[in-house]
């Protein structure tokens, strides 16, 4: 990672990393999204079809996604925690022991798509 630091360099958004998060507010409110903060997250609720369809917060709320939903979770409490455990394995049978010993994808692809969210 730190080699990649000085050679091509390492890109911030103009304005700081507070920049970005507001233009992704400003995308997310534009395309007609919600954005909810200070929720406690207990489940992500899968449809049929393997997609993420909802979110479970604490009082037992569900909100309901029409096109999909995004989460800034790490992968193992996601997929270990916050997925049912039948679910995870028909998205994909080998992920939850790929995740429990921390086999997911190099570093750099994990921040690749961290950054492009």
Do not use: W
Request: hydrophobic residues 40%.
């Amino acid at each position: 990672m730190m080699a990649l630091r000085h050679d091509p360099g390492t890109a911030r958004p103009r304005g700081g990393t507070g920049a970005l998060v507001q233009a992704l507010i400003k995308v997310v409110n534009h395309h007609g999204g919600t954005i909810l903060c200070d929720q406690h997250v207990e489940q992500i609720l899968m449809g049929n079809n393997g997609r993420a369809e909802a979110v479970r917060v604490a009082g037992g709320q569900e909100y309901r996604a029409r096109k999909g939903i995004i989460s800034s979770i790490d992968a193992q409490r996601l997929f270990l925690q916050l997925i049912d455990p039948a679910d995870a394995q028909a998205i994909a049978p080998q992920l939850n022991e790929r995740i429990k010993r921390r086999i997911v994808n190099s570093n750099d692809g994990i921040l690749k798509i961290d950054c492009a969210l």
